[in-house]
């Protein structure tokens, strides 16, 4: 069909002869076997199908042809173009995210964890490898994205000297996507002079690369301080957009020359 649709998923019989061809829904005279096609179809799709020219034996033989292209013929563009399709995107400021300027590193871990791709132990325990699915820094619950990014002890340690305390019910309410999305597009959550979304991506990911060395470094131990941390690298991540701005100071140097 022109929409793509193949016959036989509309097909209103139960049990489908999967080696009919074309010329078999045409009777002797060249036109289309009306009985045949209301049997076995919507009457929509039959005066569909009624619109069209019905074949003639000298229009050549029966061949499979591709949608998506003019020729009918395979194309590596029609085959991804067709898998496009099959593809639900996720709604969400994505322009935001990749528009921030700061590490790319940073950035490449925020839309994995927005699409909640991080490998947790949550995730390892459903794919039955034996790993346990408690969170292995407090053990008061699953490792999901959430938990180590948001709900740990640990992490609400962090947070809750970051965000405004006004904000502090809906930042902790939210599920994992639509905190990572309501974050990023809020500036208002914060108390500093730094913009919001610069901090929160700053903090996400300095709280999983904390967790994931506590687990596989045995000398790692966690910042004394984990504000100072977090904070200096957010206030030289600004400085540098600032920089980008309004350009480099210019400079007059002395050059001796003998």
Same mark, same amino acid.
């Given at each position: 069909?022109?929409? /793509?649709?193949?016959?036989?998923?509309?097909?209103?019989? @139960?049990?489908?002869?999967?080696?009919?061809?074309?010329?078999?829904?045409?009777?002797?005279?060249?036109?289309?076997?009306?009985?045949?096609?209301?049997?076995?179809?919507?009457?929509?799709?039959?005066? @569909?199908?009624?619109?069209?020219?019905?074949?003639?034996?000298?229009?050549?033989?029966?061949?499979?042809?591709?949608?998506?292209?003019?020729?009918?013929?395979?194309?590596? @563009?029609?085959?991804?173009?067709?898998?496009?399709? #099959?593809?639900?995107?996720?709604? !969400?400021?994505?322009?935001?995210?990749?528009?921030?300027?700061?590490?790319?590193?940073?950035?490449?871990?925020?839309?994995?964890?927005?699409?909640?791709?991080?490998?947790?132990?949550?995730?390892?325990?459903?794919? !039955?490898?034996?790993?346990? %699915?408690?969170?292995?820094?407090?053990?008061?619950?699953?490792?999901?994205?959430? %938990?180590?990014?948001?709900?740990?002890?640990?992490?609400?340690?962090?947070?809750?000297?970051?965000?405004?305390?006004?904000?502090?019910?809906?930042?902790?309410?939210?599920?994992?996507?639509?905190?990572?999305?309501?974050?990023?597009?809020?500036?208002?959550? !914060?108390?500093?002079?730094?913009?919001?979304?610069?901090?929160?991506?700053?903090?996400?990911?300095?709280?999983?690369?904390?967790?994931?060395?506590?687990?596989?470094?045995?000398?790692?131990? #966690?910042?004394?301080?984990?504000?100072?941390?977090?904070?200096?690298?957010?206030?030289?991540?600004?400085?540098?957009?600032?920089? @980008?701005?309004? /350009?480099?100071?210019?400079?007059?140097?002395?050059?001796?020359? /003998?």
């Amino acid at each position: 069909m022109s929409d /793509g649709c193949s016959l036989m998923n509309i097909c209103t019989q @139960q049990t489908i002869d999967t080696t009919l061809t074309l010329k078999d829904t045409i009777i002797e005279t060249d036109e289309w076997d009306l009985n045949f096609l209301t049997t076995n179809l919507p009457y929509i799709t039959v005066n @569909q199908l009624v619109a069209i020219p019905a074949l003639k034996e000298t229009d050549g033989s029966d061949s499979i042809g591709r949608t998506g292209t003019n020729t009918r013929h395979f194309t590596i @563009q029609s085959a991804y173009n067709l898998q496009r399709e #099959r593809y639900c995107s996720i709604e !969400g400021n994505w322009k935001r995210l990749w528009s921030w300027k700061g590490p790319h590193r940073i950035q490449t871990f925020m839309w994995i964890a927005a699409h909640e791709r991080l490998l947790t132990n949550y995730c390892r325990s459903i794919w !039955g490898s034996g790993i346990s %699915h408690l969170c292995p820094t407090c053990g008061n619950g699953d490792e999901t994205i959430i %938990h180590a990014l948001r709900d740990c002890v640990q992490s609400i340690r962090v947070w809750l000297r970051l965000v405004s305390s006004n904000h502090m019910t809906n930042f902790f309410s939210l599920n994992c996507r639509d905190w990572i999305f309501d974050n990023l597009n809020n500036n208002k959550m !914060g108390s500093h002079k730094i913009e919001w979304q610069t901090i929160f991506m700053v903090t996400c990911w300095h709280l999983w690369m904390w967790m994931n060395k506590s687990i596989f470094e045995e000398e790692f131990h #966690r910042p004394f301080n984990p504000i100072d941390v977090i904070l200096k690298m957010a206030t030289e991540i600004h400085n540098c957009k600032q920089t @980008q701005i309004s /350009g480099w100071p210019q400079r007059t140097d002395t050059i001796f020359i /003998g």
